[in-house]
């Protein structure tokens, strides 16, 4: 009985095919997690996390920041990438090579190998944030995939289709989880759901998604 306490911090990771172009790595960066959190941590310390408005004038509810060549950005004038943050007027902290080679390894699994991301949005949820239905579409190479890993609280990920109102899956990212998508899946709709509240070992009440992108 007592393997049962231990069976879902020692499960395998494990591929999942979601679309032609998505796949769902379970578990893919548990190991990684630690040194992920220390990247994230020397990051947030040059460029901390924020609450960006929607040109609509919303505050989002997640909190963000940026590593890497260009940072993905929201204010008053729009959605766009840019190579300086806002709040300091200074370059993006560059990407961590670790996070870098995570997202290449990420993508080569999934069968997009080669991947070189210029961009990295750090998102922050505290319970209760949400992130509504959206295509990421300010990048302008659409031929690269995203890739997606999940960390800290679960969250239900909803993945809809081409149209705003496509039908759409629920999908249980968990601490560690990756999501890959490009190809014809790259302009899927997405979004995520309320967080729970909760408590994870590593993060506390907090659930922490990076996205890696090749933005131009
Ligand atoms: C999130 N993710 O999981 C928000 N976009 O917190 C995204 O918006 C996203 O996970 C494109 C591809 C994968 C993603
Ligand atoms: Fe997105």
Same mark, same amino acid.
């Given at each position: ?12 990771? $494990? ?12 578990? #893919? ?11 994230? +941590? ?6 901390? #996390? *924020? ?15 940026? %590593?890497?060549?260009?940072? $993905? ?6 959605? *766009? ?15 961590? +090579? ?5 997202? *290449? ?6 069968? #997009?190998?080669? #991947?070189?991301?210029?961009? %990295?949005?750090?998102?922050?949820? +505290? ?42 899956? *629920? ?33 506390? +009440? ?7 992108? %090749?933005?131009?």
């Amino acid at each position: 009985m007592s393997g049962d306490l231990f069976q879902l911090d020692d499960e395998a990771p $494990w591929p999942e095919r979601l679309g032609p172009g998505t796949v769902h790595l379970h578990a #893919f960066a548990r190991a990684e997690a630690p040194a992920v959190l220390a990247a994230i +941590a020397a990051v947030e310390g040059r460029a901390p #996390f *924020r609450h960006m408005v929607t040109p609509g004038g919303f505050t989002m509810s997640v909190a963000m920041t940026n %590593c890497g060549a260009q940072g $993905w950005v929201s204010d008053a004038n729009g959605y *766009r990438y840019s190579p300086v943050d806002p709040l300091s007027g200074e370059p993006w902290p560059a990407m961590p +090579a670790m996070l870098q080679a995570l997202a *290449r390894e990420a993508a080569a699994q999934a069968g #997009f190998p080669g #991947f070189a991301p210029d961009a %990295c949005l750090i998102n922050r949820y +505290a319970p209760g944030a949400r992130m509504s239905l959206h295509q990421d579409r300010d990048e302008r190479n659409l031929a690269a995939p995203i890739v997606s890993v999940s960390l800290g609280l679960p969250a239900v990920f909803l993945l809809g289709g081409m149209s705003r109102r496509d039908p759409q899956r *629920r999908i249980l990212l968990e601490h560690g989880d990756a999501i890959v998508w490009g190809g014809e899946d790259r302009l899927r709709y997405h979004g995520v759901q309320p967080v729970k509240d909760g408590r994870h070992g590593l993060l506390g +009440a907090l659930r922490i998604n990076l996205t890696f992108r %090749c933005s131009v």
